[in-house]
């Protein structure tokens, strides 16, 4: 065999060796962080005792060196013990500041407009302070909000949050309007945006655009935050991203759908950085002011439409009454008996509003939380918190443990690994086995079965 085959043969099995590494990377690591670090990763040669690999940027070298490099040394030792170290070679073309794919202009009023090309979400105009019902619900979050337009760094990060269509989204867009006026770079992005936009840029070579992109904001405003949940390497490019807005002066505003020590999966040094500036919550709003939410809402559809169409006071309070949980559901009830009415050309009854709204009225909540089901079961049996919680096993607890557990696999939306580390860290199996447990009793026990109905009724009645 000549040399030159024998080299051939050597590289042949090296890149083998290579690829059978990539499988174990993709099953120790997981989906998301291999395809985001690990998959562009490219066999080059082996010199000496040292594996040659190729990666596209510094900054993912830099990146698998910090947190994946030994771990890959060590995989690729079992298979070849004459390697001692690794070396990476970058791909990453050299590009002028001229480049067109790194020029982002700032000069024009609407960065985020300006930069739409790259994916960003864009600012709705129609949603600013003036067309904002304020109540007790919502008057500290309105305020900080206004505050940081007049102080922009009195309140940093202001982290609103509250439950589903309550107005966070509407307050976000507000500030952004408003602070559009007189600053250059505003960004309004969602978190999934972030995240997707991130990712991409990392495949494409873009990742030096995409910081120059965010941390080059003066004000950064970021929709449903806890979506960034279990992303590891999101998060972590959110976390300096914060820090570099923060140390220049940016200003931050967040939304999320609870308080940043309840969210779940997130790194603590992230739940810290949130907590440092001004938490307020957004609540459902009273009965006077989703009326007066929906009186305005009324008074825009009479000016718009060519019917001049009114709603009596009496459907207004009927559906503020029934529809108590969501401003955002509320108003698409609005719209379904406004357009009902601009077809008919008739005023309709309380009894035909429910018929019209049957689909919306009959819809099972699902903002009840796990902590509202754990509440209801400790109270309704008349046990404490703590010993619900722990890991006593007396029938006693642990029943009414199951009751909780089903109802929240019922109730809510959560997922069976969120249900068990709201019961104190449980693993998902705990979970299946309490939800089969139950199911088995109701069929069984007839009183049983009216216990658990009975302790859906008090949570849905709360509501």
């Not at 718009?304 to 709603?311: P, W």
Request: aromatic letters at 8%; hydrophobic letters at 40%.
């Amino acid at each position: 065999m000549s040399n030159q085959t024998s080299l051939q043969n050597n590289l042949s099995g090296d890149k083998a060796k290579w690829e059978s590494l990539q499988s174990s990377l993709l099953g120790l690591y997981g989906k998301d962080v291999y395809t985001s670090w690990l998959q562009g990763v490219t066999f080059n040669k082996i010199n000496f005792n040292a594996l040659i690999l190729n990666v596209k940027t510094r900054f993912i070298r830099d990146w698998i060196v910090a947190h994946y490099a030994d771990k890959i040394l060590d995989l690729y030792k079992k298979q070849d013990s004459n390697i001692s170290r690794i070396e990476f070679q970058v791909l990453e073309r050299t590009e002028t500041k001229n480049t067109k794919s790194n020029v982002i202009d700032f000069e024009k009023k609407d960065f985020i407009q300006d930069s739409g090309s790259y994916g960003l979400s864009k600012i709705d105009e129609r949603l600013v302070f003036d067309n904002f019902v304020v109540g007790k619900s919502n008057e500290l979050a309105f305020a900080a909000a206004n505050r940081i337009i007049d102080n922009l760094n009195k309140y940093n990060p202001l982290y609103i949050y509250g439950g589903v269509g309550l107005g966070k989204t509407h307050l976000l867009n507000a500030i952004g309007n408003q602070l559009l006026k007189k600053i250059d770079k505003v960004i309004y992005v969602s978190a999934e945006r972030f995240m997707y936009q991130f990712v991409r840029s990392i495949k494409n070579n873009e990742v030096v655009k995409f910081k120059d992109i965010f941390r080059s904001a003066k004000v950064l405003i970021i929709d449903d935050i806890q979506f960034v949940s279990g992303k590891d390497v999101t998060q972590e490019e959110f976390f300096h991203t914060f820090n570099a807005l923060i140390e220049s002066g940016s200003q931050i505003v967040i939304s999320c759908d609870r308080p940043p020590n309840e969210l779940d999966r997130i790194q603590d040094r992230i739940k810290s950085r949130l907590s440092g500036g001004l938490v307020v919550d957004v609540q459902s709003p009273d009965f006077e002011q989703r009326v007066k939410i929906l009186k305005q809402r009324c008074l825009k559809e009479f000016h718009a439409s060519e019917r001049n169409i009114v709603i009596d006071d009496e459907i207004i309070n009927f559906i503020a009454n029934e529809l108590k949980l969501s401003v955002r559901e509320m108003i698409g009830a609005f719209n379904r008996i406004a357009a009902y009415l601009n077809v008919n050309q008739r005023k309709i009854s309380v009894s035909e509003a429910k018929h019209i709204l049957r689909d919306s009225l009959n819809k099972i909540h699902t903002n009840i939380t796990i902590e509202d089901i754990q509440k209801t079961v400790v109270s309704y049996y008349n046990i404490s918190m703590h010993d619900f919680m722990s890991s006593r096993r007396s029938r006693s607890v642990a029943r009414p443990r199951q009751i909780a557990m089903y109802l929240s696999k019922k109730m809510t939306t959560k997922s069976l690994p969120d249900i068990g580390r709201n019961f104190s860290g449980r693993d998902h199996t705990t979970v299946i086995h309490a939800i089969k447990k139950v199911e088995e009793l109701m069929i069984q026990d007839k009183n049983f079965e009216n216990e658990v109905k009975d302790i859906n009724g008090k949570l849905t009645k709360s509501i």
